[in-house]
């Protein structure tokens, strides 16, 4: 922390210029966490642990271990910042939650690949979120040590062990990593390997690395600091003796102290006894720092307590507030010190951040939950993009009340709730099954929305599958030549289903011209001697017609159609078309067209 770690932002050359922040991205299992450990682990390895300091939330990697670790890939005489501050928790997550002004905390991002996988739903998510932020980045391309015959030579830069291996593995390795520029060409982006990006404002660096080895490790820390360096130094200054502005990392009960903040600090200084403002899940909370907290030095981490106390807290930081009232603070939300300012004017701003983010609502649609302001946009920001309605929007837990305005949508498609990353309290999910509000679970967006998009779709299969059982269908037959096996009372004749479905119970039209004449209704059906309750295009059956007698009000020959209610027919047209086979199609248009030459609006 400022007041006794020479990592901090306060005790570089210029003490105007802040650490820049990195969060680290992909899908899931392609080494996220294991490339953050490795990067944590190097320096520790070099010797470094004192000088590594341990943030609530957050690592330092001073400069002079950066160049430590790089070698000659980072000369510490080209730079002036600090070094760089990493994200603890790597993801979505912690991208979408940290927040500055309505826009990502983090200043640069490490979208991390498998290079055996290459782009998975999860990476395309991140770049999507990082194109949305427009937050630069450069791409992680993990795992290099699996590419079969790989020959590893542990926490080399990427270059030298590239030439030291096979030319079939370098090869193979290439092969992996072009598919993967490949990928970020699909998605828009212009990409090489990073030494041969000249321009990494307009062109996507690409390093390959090894969470396990550290290969190439070296390399991403050098492109790191060199893309803060070249184009966000100017980002980077800050007025580090000003008032404290940060954002709400996590919301956490701690033993002793009550409710607490974790908080990435990313301008000015915060204080005990400084006045704060905080978002809150009703309105801004306007209360006092009590006690700044970081996590004791490791070897010091089996005493009794896990922190100690500090004086002042210098961006880019992270820290544990504790203060009076946080209960309704919440993760995402900002975190403002008063200073000499009047609190109005700080409640103000803070109101502002957060109208930010704040998700349309309509008047139906499902219900959503989720753990963090930033995760509570970007989870709109997807079910908008999927022309998915929402009713409620909100940070937390799922509750009763959630179920209760779930339950009163109007569309049984709408009445859902999605929880992304929450707890669902047990007299909330009790109520979902009582009164069946479909409840949705994940920590994953894209699966949310693929999991109620699967979940409509089956609704409406099922409607439309009630509705074709209950509509009449549309069916021409004709009766065969010489096959009328009784005359009335009901007519029993050979028939050929021509197109459509004939079906029991269905009225028989014939059609005088345009004129539809009604002649009686479909009585039973055999086929082979067997009773069937259909005939599909095709079939040849014999047919009961209850109503006409043969050789008076119909003839052998005769072509004739299941009368279509005005009403089926247009839900026929425009709704169940799709769902129908293309020879019911075929005779619902000849049916329809039949009817509109007397009648041009009929059906419509």
Known sequence: MADTHSSDAADADDPSLRTPIVAVLGHVDHGKTSLLDEVRGSAVIEGEAGSITQHIGATAV?????????????????????????????????????????????????????????????TLEAIDILRRTETPFVVAANKIDTVPGWNPNEDAPIQQTYESQSDRVQSDLDEALYEIIGNLSDEGFSSDMYWRVNDFQNNIGVVPVSAMTGEGVPDLLAVMMGLSQRYMREAMEVDLDGPGVGTVLEVKDEKGFGTTLDVVLYDGTVREDDRVVVGGSEEPIVTTVRALLKPRPLAEIRTESRFETVDAVRAASGVKIAAPDLDRAMAGAPVRVVGDRDVDEVITEVQAELAAVEVETDDDGVVVKADTLGSLEAIASALREAEIPIMRAEVGAVAPRDVAVASTAEEETEQVILAFNVDVLDDARRRAEEEGVELFESDVIYQLVENYEEHVESIERAQQETVLDNISRPCRFQILEDHVFRQSSPAVVGVEVLSGTLRKNRRVVRFDGDEPERVGEVKGIQEQGEDVDEARAGNRVSCAIDGPTVGRDIEEGDELWIELPEKHAKILEQELSDEIPADEREALSMYVEKQRNRDPFWGK
């Not at 001073?62 to 730079?79: Q, T, Y």
């Not at 600090?82 to 990502?104: E, K, Q, V, W, Y």
């Open 62 to 122: 001073p400069l002079d271990v950066v160049s430590r670790i790089a070698g000659k890939l980072v000369d510490p005489e080209d730079f002036d910042l600090p070094g760089l501050l990493f994200i603890d928790t790597p993801g979505h997550h912690s991208f979408t939650t940290l927040r500055s002004r309505g826009g990502a905390l983090a200043d640069i991002a490490v979208l991390v690949v498998d290079v055996n996988d290459g782009f998975q739903p999860q």
